[in-house]
């Protein structure tokens, strides 16, 4: 199985300063056509898991343009321009390149 | 506005086949290219993918859950579901679907205790 590895396991960020997560896989996500399979999710205390980022870089419809998502093979980045008191959560990457699907163990952001 | 919503029993006894519906309003299940799937969370757990049916109808498990686990579906009621057999308290978690990967349903809590 592929591990995803995120760090760090949690963030206290200022509204309105930037915020940057990493997620790296065990294995390179590049599927053989073309495309990375890799997604990252914000999931809200008792709410299910919100798609931000498909595919590495393509935001989900309705996310705003301050989520941005980055990288190549085996390590990628989120990142927040400006966070806001809404961003509060647990951040997930997940890659469905390899099956079975797998998830990160999820980065915490707190909004000081 | 596609919604889904999963229903089942919220409580399974040990040894016994959890079972469970994801009900899909606002698009049809039958539309290509588009893959649906159970993920569960247990409580204060991480995510785990259960498996996964394409448009086509073709199926992918999990391989740690994959001798347990069926996904099937009914298209005339836009509905797919999900067994998963011989359950211990391991399997207690919140269950997800989703048409993969921008809509989930809101979970539904199974715990499985005697």
């Known amino acids: 199985d592929i591990v995803m590895t995120q760090t760090p396991l949690s963030l206290s960020v200022t509204p309105g300063q930037p915020a940057s997560l990493s997620c790296k896989s065990s294995q390179s996500l590049l599927h053989s056509d073309g495309k990375t399979y890799l997604h990252w999710f914000l999931q809200k205390p008792g709410q299910p898991p919100q798609l931000l980022i498909y595919e590495l870089s393509n935001r989900f419809s309705g996310v705003p343009d301050r989520f941005s998502g980055s990288g190549s093979g085996t390590d990628f980045t989120l990142r927040i321009s400006r966070v806001e008191a809404e961003d509060a959560g647990v951040y997930y990457c997940?890659?469905?390149?390899?099956?079975?699907?797998?998830f990160g163990g999820g980065t915490k952001v707190e909004i000081k | 506005q596609l919604q889904l919503q999963e229903s089942g029993p919220g409580l399974v006894k040990p040894s016994e086949t959890l079972s469970l519906t994801c009900t899909v309003s606002?698009?049809?299940?039958?539309?290509?290219?588009?893959?649906w799937g159970w993920i569960r969370q247990p409580p204060g757990k991480g995510l785990e993918w259960i498996g996964t049916?394409?448009?086509?109808?073709?199926?992918s498990y999990n391989p740690s859950l994959k001798s347990r686990v069926t996904i099937s579906v009914d298209t005339s009621k836009n509905q797919f579901f999900l067994k998963l057999s011989s359950v211990t308290a391991t399997d207690t978690a919140v269950y997800y679907c989703?048409?993969?990967?921008?809509?989930w349903g809101q979970g539904t809590l199974v715990t499985v205790s005697s």
């Open positions: 049916m394409s448009y086509s109808g073709s199926t």
């Open positions: 606002g698009g049809s299940i039958s539309s290509s290219y588009y893959y």
């Open positions: 989703s048409r993969w990967a921008g809509y």
């Open positions: 997940t890659q469905s390149t390899h099956v079975p699907l797998t």
